[in-house]
């Protein structure tokens, strides 16, 4: 099994940046892809961005405009820089591991709570 778990969320005002961090234990050598997803009030989980063993990035729309998502494969941990946040950002980010052990399977951290202020 995977264990996630992430930080940096908090409170900022519109403008500001903050960069969330996810750190992975336990099987981490069966990992593929890691990534962050977000879930708004009432909202169901959507992709925010994800990063492949291999480097490659995905993006969801425009948001690679203003978010930057990287990995330190010596630690085993993500990384969600978001610059410029907008109150429509303001959401519970969860930290995502697609892993494949027998089958592939997602792992989810708890979420960490990002609340932007206009």
């Known amino acids: 099994q995977v264990q996630l778990v992430e930080s940096g969320g908090g409170v900022v005002q519109a403008g500001g940046s903050l960069r969330l961090s996810c750190a992975a234990s336990?099987?981490?050598?069966?990992?593929?892809?890691m990534g962050w997803y977000r879930e708004g009030v009432g909202n169901r989980r959507n992709l925010v961005a994800t990063?492949?063993?291999?480097?490659?990035?995905r993006y969801e729309g425009t948001l690679r405009d203003r978010f930057t998502i990287s990995r330190d494969s010596n630690t085993n941990t993500v990384y969600l820089q978001m610059n410029n946040l907008r109150p429509e950002d303001a959401a519970v980010y969860y930290c995502?591991?697609?892993?494949?052990?027998?089958?592939?399977?997602?792992?989810w951290g708890q979420g960490t709570l990002v609340t932007v202020s206009a």
């Open positions: 995502n591991a697609r892993a494949r052990e027998v089958a592939e399977f997602d792992y």
């Open positions: 336990g099987r981490t050598s069966s990992i593929l892809m």
């Open positions: 990063i492949a063993n291999t480097g490659a990035t």
